[in-house]
């Protein structure tokens, strides 16, 4: 069976998570092994959640499938 793409990415010590970048919004982050970085797009935490947990899912399998591909 298959690893879920957040599992193959914490197991290798890379996380993506949301940041506070002003008042009302946010940005995405990477960390790959404490190399922090962070993502141009910005959400609107009240009217954007959905786009922002579903782009955080989208960086997780994108990452997931480069490891399984090395």
Do not use: F, H
């Amino acid at each position: 069976m298959e690893e879920k793409p957040m599992v193959t990415c914490i197991k290798n010590n890379i996380k993506v998570y949301p940041i506070v970048y002003d008042l009302y919004n946010m940005k995405i982050e990477v960390d790959y092994d404490g190399r922090k970085k962070q993502g141009v797009d910005i959400y609107n935490w009240r009217t954007q959640q959905k786009q922002l947990q579903e782009k955080i899912i989208e960086l997780y399998e994108i990452l997931a499938k480069n490891i399984q591909s090395r």
